[in-house]
């Protein structure tokens, strides 16, 4: 257990050494910034025009989820892609440590960073409160981004885990999250009572945000989805890994 | 061998690899068509479903290939990997196809607001037909009686659309038998999207093309109801433009949505409208007494899914009016009956004078003069030509012979040229009366009587007027009498007054519990003609009286009216019968205990009526303009005192709630409303400490109330000893008799009409409740608040994280 704990402070720690940590906080933070502005000037706005709910606001927007889709990819590219590439990968893997312990501690590693970058965005909620928000649908917004990122992190890693170069480990784990993405901004026209509206809606998670999370609402399916993916990704990064002792 | 086995099996990877990913490509290519062109129902399943096996097929040729290999190469532990990665996928789609039909939403709002209510979710989950709720949007104002949309209405129309979608959609949420759809006349493929939606149901197609503002429709077999988005959300729009101008909102509940929902099958409500001439009911939309009609009436209530027609009370000849119970049509056509019965006289009598001058003109022409000079002669004295026999008859009788002269050839020319200038008006005058009976015939041809004949067989009015009100839910009786005392300008009262067997069968009516408006104006009669009848009420107001209101005997009128009654002097008043008279709108909204006579009146009863509460809500929705465009000239003010057999005998204090009008509190009840050389009416406040002071019936100021609404006790003494006592009925009681007259009604008097009459049919859930308040969260920042916001929370953090990357950077560099 100390072992793996020291491997995520490892790992948790790397990200602080490389300016990319710094690049994904700041152009997140400043995209969310952004947003949060915008999200004032509504909520101090005279006259008709206004936001029920703050944070539908901020997260239902195109450059909002172009950068959201980056992180993951951006902060999962190196986690195993760099060990293979710079062949410390089976130094790893002589280690006391089992091969899940590894993918856990990786993966606890990135996720608990991922949760940091949201961390300044709980200075938001003082400024809602005081314009009379109701703070519970932020609750359950933190739960689906948690679960979300997790998934897109998971995904991420496992891609990591099949190539060398970080670059096509980002691009590939672009490409695959894409797909939960994408779906959200198709075929607007669809009518919510059909079932092509329920099954994309299903997969769609910038979806899942507009009429849910951010709304205070919380949906089984999603929440399913998401972990059944990340414990599906998980699963396979383990398989991965174990797969280079027998190849 | 060995060497071409691994060849032949380096080549078989090969090709199935590139099988795969060429189904994986056709896969993409299905899904990009599906998205972007919506083939979903034509060539795309085709496509991914063909990709979808094209990949198995190739999975499975993989797997097999594995599993072939796995004792040569790679062994038990990669197959074991292989079968451990298949089974995870597996669930993982299991899982999720569970998790995708049995799931629980968990709502985390404070006020629970996408939760319906559980006597709600109750009753629905009960439901098992399905249903189709259509949000139809054709972007009208959100009060559809707007006639002047702002900013405001453009923002709650935003709002409400979305809040509608929500609700409807947690309907959807229990379970596949409801389904919703949006059906906005803006968006893209709208044609395509009310033909499919429509496809198979005439019902919604015509419900949606009758449909002139944003409605909901409620659909389930062949059933369609309907429902405006403003009985789910009010703008509440003077609310709203107070402080900040902050959009406010009032809720009115799932309610209205779910009683729709559950009551489908409910049929249209039937309004009928007792009149005593057609002029006066709901199909007169024409001509130039058009404005005493009810066509605006009758456009709102169709357009709300209520069912309209006229019942003629009255039958108009030469004489005084009968009475009579008819349809239009059948008005119509006892009308075009007559006509046509003159008409098919007057072509017989033109045939006839055509038929004899024709006669005669074919005589003189082709007869020879000896011929007709052994029939006819000429008179030398008169110059005129007559039958020989008659000639020779009126020798006879006078006893001296009459000079004649036999007819020559110019006098025959002559009276074949008078005869056929004769025919030539007769000729025409017989073809156009032709042409109109016949066109009359076919017009009553083109009418609906297929009643009339056994109507007609009945003589006993009362039977007839209780079947034509069978199928009736709601019966309205105006009266519109006064239009304009100065200009004597009216209807008298006389001609209003029923038989009693026809007021008899509108007390069966009340009997069964069915609801009634009276729309009565006043009852004073110009000076010099007295009609006691009109003094002290007819049979009908009686009944009115005996169900627990007081019908004044007095006219309202309003200060501003004094200046057209003209100036008085010395023993004459100048009357000014084209100054422009400014009457102050009718109220809606007033202090408790308004209107009460006495001083006891400033302590009223707080409650108010449902209708008062309906009408100030949506006039909150209105702008200023538009809510101030119902005015009613001449009123009288009418009561409710208590309902029972000893009805508001003795009482001077009426029941505030169930007023729903008032007059401007600028005005007076005048008993002599008409303005002559002697009198000017005016206000005469009566003595103080005299009973008059007090009463209900005593001269004083406004406000007064013109509307009310109450559900009665049915007296008992209207019922026989056999009949069941103790029905109750919802009255209403408006004093005057053009409330709800004219071509085009104001936004005001379209939600009177819609109101009042849904809280007639116990539709109360249509009624504007005050709900609960919405409005959008908001910031009150000062300029350094901004400041201090941007600062810290939008520049700050990521300059602070590109600051802190740029040390890491240096640092690094440093190394």
Redesign the interface.
């Known amino acids: 257990m100390r072992a793996t704990l020291s491997l995520v402070r490892r790992e948790f720690s790397a990200y602080f050494l490389s300016p990319i940590a710094y690049v994904v906080f700041a152009v997140f933070l400043a995209v969310l910034g952004y947003r949060f502005n915008e999200t004032v000037a509504q909520l101090s706005e005279r006259g008709p025009e206004g936001v029920s709910f703050p944070f539908q606001f901020m997260l239902t927007d195109t450059w909002f989820w172009l950068v959201f889709l980056f992180i993951p990819a951006l902060l999962t590219m190196r986690l195993l892609a760099e060990e293979r590439g710079s062949g410390t990968l089976e130094m790893l893997l002589t280690v006391p440590l089992r091969d899940w312990q590894i993918v856990a501690s990786k993966y606890a590693a990135c996720f608990a960073f991922y949760l940091l970058l949201w961390v300044p965005t709980l200075f938001y909620l003082p400024v809602l409160a005081a314009a009379g928000v109701d703070l519970r649908p932020a609750l359950s917004c933190y739960l689906g981004l948690a679960l979300a990122g997790g998934m897109f992190l998971a995904i991420g890693l496992f891609v990591s885990s099949l190539v060398r170069s970080q670059m096509v480990a980002a691009l590939l784990s672009l490409a695959l999250s894409l797909v939960f993405v994408i779906a959200g901004f198709w075929r607007s026209d669809l009518d919510t009572g059909t079932f092509a509206y329920r099954a994309k809606a299903f997969f769609a998670v910038p979806l899942h945000f507009e009429r849910s999370f951010s709304r205070g609402i919380v949906d089984t399916r999603q929440i399913v989805l998401y972990l059944s993916v990340t414990v599906f990704c998980l699963f396979l990064t383990v398989r991965s890994l174990e797969s280079r002792r027998w190849r | 061998m060995a060497l071409s086995n691994l060849t032949k099996n380096t080549a078989r990877h090969f090709w199935v690899r590139v099988a795969g990913l060429t189904g994986l490509l056709i896969a993409v290519a299905g899904v990009a068509l599906?998205?972007?062109a919506?083939l979903?129902v034509g060539i795309a399943p085709v496509i991914i479903g063909g990709a979808v096996a094209l990949i198995v097929l190739v999975m499975e040729m993989a797997a097999a290939a594995a599993a072939g290999g796995t004792v040569m190469r790679?062994?038990a532990?990669?197959s074991n990997?292989a079968g451990?990665?298949a089974l995870?996928?597996l669930?993982?789609v299991l899982?999720?196809l569970f998790?995708?039909t049995h799931?629980?939403?968990?709502?985390?709002?404070?006020?629970g607001q996408?939760t319906l209510p559980a006597d709600l979710r109750e009753q629905l989950a009960q439901l098992r037909d399905e249903t189709?709720i259509v949000v139809f949007l054709p972007h009208t104002p959100i009060n559809p009686q707007a006639t002047h949309p702002d900013?405001?209405d453009?923002?709650?129309e935003a709002?409400i659309v979305e809040k509608v979608?929500d609700l409807a959609?947690q309907f959807?949420e229990l379970g596949p038998r409801?389904?919703?759809?949006?059906l906005d006349v803006k968006?893209?493929?709208y044609s395509d999207?009310l033909a499919e939606l429509t496809k198979g149901s005439p019902q919604l197609a015509e419900a949606i093309s009758s449909a002139k503002e944003n409605t909901i429709f409620i659909q389930s077999g062949d059933h369609v109801q309907r429902l405006g988005l403003q009985d789910i959300y009010q703008l509440d729009k003077e609310e709203?433009k107070k402080g900040?101008?902050?959009?406010v909102l009032r809720y009115q509940g799932a309610h209205p949505l779910a009683n729709k929902v559950l009551n489908v099958e409910e049929k249209r409500p039937r309004v009928a409208v007792g009149v005593i001439h057609e002029v006066l009911g709901f199909d007169n939309n024409e001509g130039i007494n058009r404005n005493l009609g009810m066509s605006g009436a009758k456009k709102v209530l169709t357009g709300h899914g209520f069912e309209v027609r006229d019942i003629i009370l009255k039958k108009w000849g030469d004489g005084e009016p009968e009475p009579a119970v008819l349809t239009r049509d059948e008005n119509k056509y006892e009308e075009l009956e007559d006509r046509h019965a003159r008409l098919e006289t007057s072509v017989k009598d033109y045939q006839k004078d055509y038929d004899e001058i024709n006669a005669s003109l074919k005589k003189f022409k082709t007869s020879s003069l000896d011929d007709l000079n052994k029939e006819l002669c000429i008179v030398v004295e008169e110059g005129v030509l007559v039958p020989k026999k008659e000639v020779e008859a009126a020798e006879k009788k006078i006893g001296k012979k009459i000079e004649t002269m036999p007819l020559e050839e110019k006098h025959r020319e002559l009276l074949v040229r008078n005869l056929s200038v004769q025919l030539v008006p007769i000729e025409l005058a017989l073809k156009r009366e032709t042409q109109e009976r016949d066109a009359t015939a076919s017009q009553m041809k083109g009418l609906n009587v297929e009643n009339l004949h056994e109507q007609r067989r009945i003589t006993d009015l009362h039977a007839k007027l209780n079947r034509s009100l069978a199928d009736a839910d709601l019966l309205i009786v105006p009266r519109l009498t006064l239009v304009n005392v100065v200009r004597g300008l009216g209807i008298p009262m006389q001609v209003y007054r029923l038989d009693p067997a026809q007021i008899s069968a509108i007390k069966d009516f009340i009997k069964a519990g069915k609801p009634v408006l009276f729309c009565l104006g006043p009852t004073n009669e110009p000076p010099g003609r007295f009609d006691p009848e009109a003094a002290m009420g007819d049979a009908l107001e009686q009944v009115v009286n005996q169900l627990g209101f007081r019908l004044s005997r007095e006219t309202i009128l309003f200060n501003s009216e004094v200046k057209s009654f003209g100036q008085r002097r010395p023993g004459i008043v100048i009357l000014d019968p084209g100054e422009k008279v400014e009457i102050p709108p009718t109220l809606f909204d007033w202090e408790p205990g308004a209107g009460q006579p006495g001083i006891l009146g400033k302590t009223g009863d707080k409650k108010t009526s449902p209708v008062a509460t309906s009408l100030r809500i949506a006039a909150r929705s209105l702008s200023s303009d538009e809510e101030s465009q119902f005015r009613l000239r001449h009123p009288r003010p009418v009561y409710y005192v208590g309902s029972g057999d000893r009805a508001g005998e003795g009482k001077d204090r009426f029941v505030d709630s169930s007023v729903f009008m008032m007059s401007a509190a600028e005005s007076w009840n005048e008993p002599q409303p008409y303005p002559t050389a002697k009198r000017v009416p005016h206000y005469e406040p009566p003595k103080p400490g005299t009973s008059a002071a007090d009463s209900l019936e005593g001269e004083r100021r406004g406000p007064f109330p013109i509307a009310v609404a109450a559900e009665v006790a049915v007296p008992k003494s209207w019922f026989s000893d056999k009949e069941l006592a103790g029905t109750r009925a919802r009255i209403g009681v408006i004093g005057h008799g053009g409330a709800f007259s004219g071509d085009e009604l104001s936004p005001t008097q379209k939600q009177l009409v819609l109101d009042t009459s849904n809280w007639l049919l116990g539709r109360d859930d249509l009624l504007a409740r005050e709900g609960a308040l919405w409005?959008?969260?908001?910031?009150?920042?000062s300029s350094l608040g901004?400041v201090l916001?941007?600062l810290?929370?939008?520049?700050g953090?990521?300059?602070l994280?590109?600051f802190?990357?740029?040390i890491?950077?240096l640092v690094?560099r440093m190394r």
């Not at chain 2, 629980?104 to 006020?111: A, E, H, K, N």
């Not at chain 2, 409005?775 to 920042?781: G, H, N, S, T, V």
């Not at chain 2, 810290?792 to 520049?795: G, M, R």
């Open positions: 599906w998205a972007t919506g979903w790679r062994g532990v990669s990997a451990q990665i995870a996928a669930l993982l899982v999720n998790s995708f799931y629980l939403r968990f709502d985390w709002t404070g006020d996408f189709r900013n405001y453009a923002a709650a709002q979608r959609e959807q409801f389904r919703v759809d949006v968006a893209k493929g999207k709203s900040g101008g902050n959009l409005q959008f969260p908001r910031l009150d920042l901004k916001i941007f810290f929370l939008v520049v953090p990521p300059a994280s590109v802190l990357g740029a890491v950077f690094r």
